[in-house]
């Protein structure tokens, strides 16, 4: 029996076994993780077709061992960690859970959780625990400080302390929540937040743009809103899908977020100041209310700390230098679909807020409560033009990705996603490296008493 207060500095017969199963950027991610921690037996797996490649990948990483396939993993681990793609789940636990070892710890990594808890439910064993968790960040996100999800689903109080202290070594914010308590988060601090850079990246994907280029998108709020969506497609399809398709309420706010998109658009197209106007400012009433009477530090840096992080360069224009006027469409309707729905960012913000959701609050903070710089976009939004192809692009951009995560097809999802990222591809790089920077700065400031 292995001690629930077990570290990683016991010698190697009383720690416990742990199981991967999945090998993408996720599970590699905890597998190096947890062995650079000094746990020193760790049983991985992924596809059949892939064994040979971890082998002679992992061959000389130490206290991680290469198995054939889940049922190994499963028959052998004190801890099984499930990381693969939600709409895969129940297929691989099918597969693999009734060979779980009995009296064993079951997990998930899934970012949606109903179809892992419906698994699980079915298909693992009386006699096992299951104590699920999900990081709230990419595998390129340092995890100290981050949130990690644990969901204590069916265990006991030893159970729980193990699986603590297991992931220990990550140096993650645990937060405990239930299945439907997760999901109820993550689809209110990520499904419009992707939904809004995905809608970004295929507008200016459709008009054959590299938005720092033309110098309409360089500094400020432009910073952020290019380098996170350049983070986005830089990523696997399937991370952002899986929330997307399979969480009802995502489907909703990514619905609303599309709306929003429409109608703000339609105000602009009608030089509507006053409907426009009552609209946005009814909008940062009933989410920012009186924040900013609130002692909390804002998450948005000044304009010339970002301008770093640009991928363009600030040139002389006819606005004296100064950031050309910008709708910032996608901001606004950002707020008015968290308005629109009755959703109040704050209450996760601190709780479970992924580093992107953070972020584009921060933006969204930034510009709503200043009334100067609202009353800036309102007036470019209804008579300022030169965004106004952009912004074409982005309304038929965010209804096309409602429609699509309307449909529940993944292929669908993938071929789009895709298609748009082959557009940036040759920007990935530079864009990891510059916007891990930049978050590591705002989140640094953030964190600041």
């Not at 625990?129 to 006991?156: E, F, M, N, Y």
């Not at 308590?181 to 419009?192: G, K, L, P, S």
């Not at 903070?365 to 033009?385: G, M, P």
């Not at 705002?442 to 600041?448: F, H, K, N």
Request: proline letters at 4%.
């Amino acid at each position: 029996m292995v001690s629930p207060d077990v570290t990683p500095l016991a010698p190697m017969d009383e720690q416990p076994t742990i199981g991967l199963i999945g090998m993408g950027a996720m599970g590699q991610m905890y597998a190096s993780r947890l062995s650079v921690a000094g746990w020193k037996k760790i049983n991985v797996c992924d596809l059949p077709e892939r064994y040979d490649s971890l082998r002679a990948i992992y061959g000389g990483t130490p206290g991680l061992h290469v198995l054939r396939d889940g049922h190994h993993v499963s028959r052998t681990s004190d801890f099984i960690i499930y990381s693969v793609e939600a709409e895969h789940i129940k297929k691989v636990v099918t597969q693999f859970g009734p060979s779980t070892k009995v009296g064993a710890i079951v997990a998930g990594q899934t970012s949606v959780k109903a179809p892992e808890r419906a698994a699980f439910e079915q298909h693992l064993p009386e006699d096992v625990h299951i104590v699920s968790c999900h990081s709230l960040h990419g595998p390129t996100v340092p995890t100290k400080g981050q949130p990690l999800v644990l969901i204590r689903h069916r265990a006991t109080d030893d159970a729980l302390t193990l699986v603590e202290n297991i992931l220990r070594p990550l140096q993650s914010r645990y937060v405990y929540m239930s299945y439907d308590e997760h999901d109820e988060v993550t689809a209110n601090t990520q499904a419009v937040t992707h939904a809004a850079f995905l809608s970004m990246g295929t507008a200016w994907a459709s008009a054959a743009s590299y938005p720092w280029e033309h110098g309409y998108y360089v500094g400020g709020i432009e910073t952020v809103k290019v380098n996170i969506m350049l983070r986005i497609f830089s990523n696997k399809w399937h991370v952002y899908a899986g929330l997307a398709i399979l969480n009802p309420s995502a489907r909703t706010q990514i619905k609303q977020y599309a709306q929003s998109t429409t109608d703000i658009f339609k105000l602009m197209l009608a030089a509507d100041e006053a409907g426009l106007r009552k609209r946005l400012y009814e909008a940062r009433d009933a989410v920012f209310g009186d924040a900013q009477s609130s002692v909390r530090v804002p998450i948005f840096l000044s304009d010339s700390v970002l301008d770093q992080f640009s991928l363009g360069k600030k040139g002389t224009n006819a606005n004296g230098g100064r950031p050309l006027a910008n709708s910032h469409l996608s901001l606004l309707a950002m707020v008015d679909c968290w308005a629109r729905l009755g959703l109040n960012p704050f209450k996760h913000l601190e709780l479970a807020a992924t580093p992107i959701f953070r972020m584009w609050f921060g933006v969204a903070e930034y510009l709503f409560l200043s009334e100067n710089r609202l009353d800036a976009a309102i007036h470019a939004a209804l008579y300022d033009v030169s965004h106004r192809y952009d912004d074409v692009e982005f309304v038929v951009a965010s209804r096309g990705w409602s429609q699509c995560v309307s449909f529940g097809d993944f292929d669908l999802y993938k071929s789009r996603f895709e298609e748009t990222a082959a557009f940036f591809e040759s920007r990935f790089e530079e864009a990891g490296r510059v916007g891990s920077e930049m978050l590591k700065v705002i989140m640094d400031s953030s964190a600041e008493p």
